[in-house]
Each structure stands twice: as C-alpha cells, then as structure tokens.
C-alpha cells in the first residue's frame, strides 16, 4: 500500500463521507471517455478525473478506525490480485457498462472475500459494474458505443467528499500481472 502523502486519515470535524474501493481509467482513457460523453450531448460538469467503478463500498470515513483501515490495507495487500480488463460498450441511462466484466467481477470477490476474512465489515452492496458520466441527467435509451477498454493496474481507497466534487485518494495498492494477459482487439 502507498499512503499519500497530505491524505488526511481523520480531520477532527468532517461530514459524513464514504470511502470506497475503486477502479479509476488512465487519464487517456478517462479523456476518451470523457469524448464519448460529448458526443453522447451529456452534461460535462462531473470531471473525468473523477470517473471511476465502484468496487467495494466501505463505510462512512469517520466510522473507520485506524484498525479498520490497517485490516483493509493487510487484506488487500495480501489479496495478491491481478490486473483486471474493463470493455465498456453500451450507453444505460447515465452511465457505460460492458457485456461480461468476468475480470472486474472477479476482483471484486477477490477483494470482499478478503476483507470479509480480515474482519472487516462491509456494507450491503450489489455489485452491477458500470462507469457514471453524469449525475441529475435525465434517463437515456440504451444504445451501443464504440468499445472503451483498459486494463485496472491499480486499487484506489477513496473518500468521497460530497459537494465539494472531489476524490480523495488515503491509498493505492497496484495489481500484479502473475499470468500473461491478452491485449483487448479491435
């Protein structure tokens, strides 16, 4: 686990914010994507920095202990998963979901069972995984996209901070390719 540096585990008085496990594209990717909104004619004003699938939800910050956030670096560290393909190509509602995901799925129930098996506690939480392009937009018909794709290299423990637009990563832990992948074709 990397911790950033300047990445406050507990302010003194804060909001309720939630912190999640989350998968984010390279910033090319996340342009790409942030091109398919535009194309699409949606609402720009939620930042393709922030772009991002939920993999786990954890809980509100200020509920998390410095125990809790020790046993969610352990047990994810120690989860050893691999890099995962993303292929987004449908347009549902408001955001991107791809046909299968059989990786990402896998390395979410990778990460819970690890979690679980370390003691932490997680939410409810149906994991359906998709890519939101913006928010308070009105509903879409489903339709086809030309196939976004990229490989997650990389964890990210993020605290949502509502209101205020932002991501705050507390840590990263990257994902090591153990097998050979394949590239994604066109």
């Known amino acids: 686990m990397t911790f950033i540096e300047g990445a406050g585990i507990k302010p003194a008085v804060s909001p309720v914010r939630p912190v999640y496990l989350m998968a984010k594209p390279p ?6 994507i942030a091109q398919q909104r535009r ?8 930042p393709a920095e922030r772009f991002h699938i939920t993999l786990l939800p954890l809980g509100a910050h200020d509920a998390l202990s410095n125990g809790d956030l ?3 670096d352990h047990a994810v560290a120690e989860s050893r998963a691999e890099p995962a393909a993303i292929l987004l190509d449908r347009l549902r509602g408001n955001r991107l979901e791809g046909i299968g995901m059989r990786d990402v799925k896998a390395l979410q129930k990778r ?28 509903p879409r018909p489903p ?32 994902l090591i390719t153990r097998q050979w992948m394949l590239p994604f074709a066109a």
């Not at 910033?27 to 790409?32: M, V």
């Not at 098996?117 to 928010?135: C, D, I, K, S, V």
């Open 27 to 32: 910033p090319d990717i996340a342009q790409q």
């Open 39 to 46: 194309v699409l004619g949606m609402d720009a004003r939620y």
């Open 70 to 72: 020790a046993r969610i």
């Open 111 to 138: 990460l819970a069972s690890h979690l679980r098996a370390a003691g932490t506690r997680l939410p409810e939480y149906r994991f359906n995984p998709h890519l939101t392009l913006a928010y308070g937009v009105p």
């Open 143 to 174: 339709a086809r996209i030309a196939p976004i794709g990229w490989h997650v290299d990389e964890v990210l423990l993020i605290v949502s901070h509502y209101g205020q637009g932002r991501h705050e990563i507390l840590c990263r832990w990257p």
